[in-house]
């Protein structure tokens, strides 16, 4: 069953928001907010553009996991500070790769693609609580297949918001709700930011690894700007680390675009040795663990500061 969206006339959408009726229309005529041509407002779109001054029901802190930079560590990143999060809070993670390497490490046998439940191109969107399968306690996967790299071409303009819409159901069952992005720029990674409150950006402690960071940044300030004004920077975090002299260099640099976490990721081989036995992190090695607990307060930590 499809989910009932609140529509809102314009005087109801500029109260939701907190603004005047007069500077609300001039701010939606001004943005192109879906509706400012017919004066009814979907309540999902509204959220993207402004802090509702009402409660909403979002209740969870959507963290887009993203570098479109392949090899960063986005899916370890996003595996493992999910796990560390899960130990004391409801979290969700969301496969949004279409290498669906998160899905393919918890599920062996072939699932329904997110894809089947977005509404892309014409086909009717359906509820997608269904395709969420539970991990472990605390801890709810909604997976992914190669199918989603059809995503690429917006043929309406909703399409941008396919991932936002979907979620809606979910938000308020978690308090943590973990994207693990594609490493590229395009249709799926917008979906994503614009779904998110805060964007997480792993870079590996390498040469060459500042590639791209301006791109990214480019995209997370148009995204900001014209679509989700609730998008904010949660910082980089220095993955892989193995002690290299040129750290604080790769620091420096990173910080001209992202602010940047004081807790990197260790290079351990219990992470590849996790991956490889399909198991979480904290049954294979807890010093390796600890690294992502710590990670997980500062993330925790870092989203109490934005609120306030």
């Not at 991932?163 to 693990?180: F, Q």
Request: aromatic letters at 8%; charged letters at 25%; proline letters at 4%.
């Amino acid at each position: 069953m499809g989910k009932t969206e609140t529509t809102l006339t314009e005087e109801e959408a500029a109260k939701f928001v907190g603004l005047k009726t007069g500077e609300f229309s001039a701010k939606a005529t001004s943005l192109k907010i879906p509706g400012w041509k017919t004066g009814e407002f979907k309540q999902s779109v509204l959220v993207k553009y402004f802090e509702p001054t009402e409660d909403d029901g979002l209740d969870s802190h959507v963290i887009a996991v993203s570098n479109q930079k392949g090899g960063e560590g986005k899916t370890t990143i996003s595996l493992y500070l999910a796990e560390a999060l899960s130990e004391n809070h409801k979290v969700l993670l969301i496969d949004w790769d279409p290498q669906a390497n998160a899905t393919q490490l918890f599920l062996k046998e072939d699932v329904p693609s997110v894809m089947d439940y977005l509404g892309y191109r014409g086909k009717k969107s359906k509820d997608i609580t269904p395709a969420v399968r539970t991990i472990a306690e605390n801890f709810d996967l909604l997976p992914s297949t190669l199918e989603l790299a059809n995503l690429t071409t917006p043929y309406e303009r909703d399409d941008f918001e396919l991932l936002n819409e979907a979620i809606l159901p979910l938000r308020s069952r978690y308090e943590y709700i973990i994207i693990d992005c594609p490493p590229s720029l395009g249709l799926i990674l917008e979906n994503a930011l614009i779904c998110a409150d805060y964007i997480l950006v792993p870079i590996q402690t390498r040469a060459f690894s500042l590639q791209g960071i301006r791109d990214l940044y480019e995209t997370f300030q148009k995204i900001q700007k014209k679509a989700n004004q609730r998008l904010k920077l949660l910082g980089a975090v220095l993955n892989q680390y193995e002690g290299q002299k040129a750290l604080a260099g790769l620091a420096e640099g990173v910080k001209r675009y992202f602010p940047v976490f004081e807790t990197v990721i260790q290079r351990r081989e219990a992470i590849p040795q996790a991956q490889a036995k399909m198991s979480f992190l904290a049954k294979i090695d807890l010093t390796t663990m600890k690294n992502f607990r710590d990670l997980a307060s500062e993330v925790k930590n870092k989203i109490d500061v934005q609120k306030n």
